[in-house]
C-alpha cells in the first residue's frame, strides 16, 4: 500500500466549515466507511500488509455485530458528509478516524477535543487512549503521553492465528470538572460573599453617622 498524500486544494476547507454532532445509529454504514478508509490509507507506513488486513477484518466485524453499548459517538460532518469520528468509552477513547483526504486539517483535534469535554462534564480526571503507531504524534501533540507499549492480540479467522498489532497507551490528565452540585456551593459562597460585604459597608456607614 502507497502513504496516501492530502490534496493541498482541502486545506483548511475542513476546519472552518466542520460541524460537530452526536453519532446516530443511521450513521452506522458512513461510520464503517471512514474506518476502513482511514486504516487502509493512514496506517499503511506503519503496520505491515497482514496487520493491516487483519485491522480491517476486525474492525469489519466489529460494525457486523454493532457499537459496542455505552459508547459514546460524535461525527465531524461536512456539507452533509461524515468525514470522521471519535468515541468515548467509560475512561477510554474508543474511536479517532477521519477520512484520509481530510487528515492533519484540524478534523481529529475537533473531535477530540469533543471527547474531552464530554469526559470532563462526566467529571472524569484522565483520559486513556490505545493508539496506534500512526496516531501517537497526533495524541502527543495533544498533551497525552506514552505510559506503555502495548500489544493488540486480534484472533485472524482467515489464517486460523493470532496477529499482534503494536499500539501505544496513552494517557492524559483532564481539567477537574464542576458537577451541579459543586456550582450550586459555589453560587451560594459568592451570595454569601456579597451579602456579608454588604453588611459590612452598612454597618461603617452607620457607625459614621453615630459619631
Known amino acids: 500500500m502507497n502513504e496516501f498524500k492530502i490534496d493541498p486544494n482541502m486545506k483548511n476547507r475542513a ?3 466542520i460541524i460537530i454532532r452526536r453519532g446516530k445509529s443511521e450513521d452506522r454504514k458512513e461510520l464503517f466507511q471512514v474506518t476502513m478508509e482511514s486504516i487502509a490509507a493512514l496506517c499503511a507506513k506503519d503496520y505491515t500488509c497482514e496487520q ?3 485491522l480491517l477484518r476486525d474492525k469489519t466485524e466489529r460494525f457486523r455485530q454493532g457499537i459496542k453499548l455505552g459508547e459514546t459517538i460524535f461525527v465531524a460532518q461536512l456539507e452533509g ?4 469520528y471519535s468515541s468515548l468509552l467509560s475512561r477510554s477513547i474508543g474511536a479517532m478516524f477521519v477520512l484520509p483526504q481530510y487528515a492533519r486539517q484540524g478534523v481529529g483535534k475537533k473531535l477530540l477535543e469533543t471527547i474531552e469535554a464530554e469526559a470532563i ?3 472524569l480526571k484522565f483520559l486513556i487512549a490505545i493508539a496506534s503507531l500512526t496516531g501517537v504524534p497526533f495524541y502527543q501533540a495533544c498533551g497525552y ?3 506503555e507499549n502495548y500489544s493488540l492480540s486480534i484472533g485472524d ?4 492465528s493470532q496477529i499482534n498489532i503494536p499500539c501505544i497507551r496513552m494517557k492524559k490528565k483532564l481539567l477537574p470538572g464542576i458537577n451541579t ?3 450550586v456551593n459555589l453560587d451560594r459562597w459568592i451570595a454569601i460573599k456579597k451579602i456579608t460585604k454588604f453588611i459590612f459597608k452598612a454597618d461603617r456607614i ?3 453617622k453615630s459619631q
Not at 157 to 160: A, F, K, L, N, V
Open 157 to 160: 479467522r482467515e489464517i486460523g
Open 206 to 208: 452607620y457607625q459614621k
Open 15 to 17: 476546519s472552518r466549515f
Open 52 to 54: 493491516l488486513q487483519c
Open 81 to 84: 458528509k461524515i468525514i470522521g
Open 121 to 123: 462534564a462526566r467529571d
Open 145 to 147: 503521553r506514552c505510559l
Open 181 to 183: 452540585k459543586q456550582t
